[in-house]
Every structure is written in structure tokens, then in C-alpha cells.
């Protein structure tokens, strides 16, 4: 479900668009890391260096793009909790200028999940008067909006840089 999109106008070409927004992919494949010895393994720090300069999967096209990142919360209870973040978007040149639509979207259960949360969460505040349970909505809000924030001004930072003076 598309729950933001926003727009980005830059300066630059669709060529150079493109390129930038190519630098944020990871083409790294997957390592298979066992702790603690992978501590002592030069190559697991730069796979840990180029995922955080790097850190979308997904594919770039000619008009076209699309990202996605997992992100984890760590270890709750007796499995791994986590949430995959995707955004889609087209480019397109104008005048010399390139316009950037970028679409945030979440999975369909991470919606009903967290509808799910809100709205149990409001009931049992509206039923117990307990400002406790204002809360859990309050953070998982937060939390959404924290992460889109985070992803969107990294792509913007990338795609505002001059790929030129690297």
C-alpha cells in the first residue's frame, strides 16, 4: 500500500539521474557470515561498509525504479522481527531537468498488523482510561515516519550530489 509520494526536481539530466540513482544499489552478493569468527574476517567489514553505502536492492530502468530495503528490529521473543520498506518511482526529463516521483509503499500485513495495533490499542484506552495505551500507537507512528524520513533524505542527499566531483 502507497502510503507517501513525493517529488524531487534536479538539476541535472536524465542521464546523470539515472547513474546517481544507481549508486544506491547493492551489488554485492549475500555473504554467509558465522559470529563471532566472522569479527576476525576483513571481508565482512567491507560487506558491512558497502551495505551502509549502499543500501537498496531493487533496479534501476530506463524510466523507472525500484528499491527495497529490509529492515530489522533484532531478535524478539523466538524469532526475528522485521519490516520491508519499498519505494517505486519514475524519472523523467524536462527542459534539461530531471523530475523524480518517488512512491514509499508498506507489505499489506505491516497495514493490517499495525491497523490491527492502533485500533485495539485506542479500544483498550477508550474501555480502561489508561494514557499507557496512547503509547504503542504514538510509536508505531513514529517509527514509520522515522524510517521513511531516513530513506528519503538519503535518496535526495545522493541525488542532489555531483556525481562529477566524487
Known amino acids: 500500500m502507497k502510503y ?4 524531487l526536481n534536479l538539476r541535472y539530466d ?3 539521474t539515472k547513474k546517481s540513482l544507481e549508486t544506491l544499489l547493492n551489488k554485492l552478493e549475500k555473504g554467509f557470515f558465522v559470529f563471532p569468527f566472522c569479527l576476525f574476517s576483513k571481508t ?3 560487506y558491512l561498509k558497502e551495505r551502509r553505502n549502499r543500501p537498496y536492492d531493487g533496479f ?3 524510466n523507472e525504479f525500484q528499491f527495497g530495503k529490509t529492515i530489522f528490529y ?6 526475528q522481527t522485521s519490516r520491508r520498506l519499498i519505494m517505486k518511482g519514475q524519472f523523467s526529463e524536462r527542459m534539461g531537468a530531471c523530475q523524480v516521483e518517488i ?3 508498506l507489505s499489506n500485513f505491516d497495514v493490517i498488523f499495525q491497523t490491527i495495533l492502533i485500533f485495539g490499542s485506542l479500544t483498550a484506552f477508550i474501555i ?3 494514557y499507557l495505551f496512547v503509547a504503542i500507537p504514538t510509536v508505531v507512528i513514529l517509527d514509520i515516519v522515522s524510517f521513511t524520513l ?3 533524505l538519503k535518496i535526495r542527499n545522493r541525488l542532489n550530489k555531483d556525481i562529477n566531483n566524487k
Open 44 to 46: 565482512y567489514y567491507s
Open 60 to 62: 534501476v530502468k530506463e
Open 4 to 7: 507517501l509520494t513525493t517529488t
Open 150 to 152: 531516513r530513506n528519503f
Open 14 to 16: 536524465k542521464k546523470v
Open 128 to 130: 480502561y482510561k489508561n
Open 103 to 105: 512512491g514509499f509503499h
Open 74 to 79: 533484532g531478535n524478539v521473543s523466538s524469532g
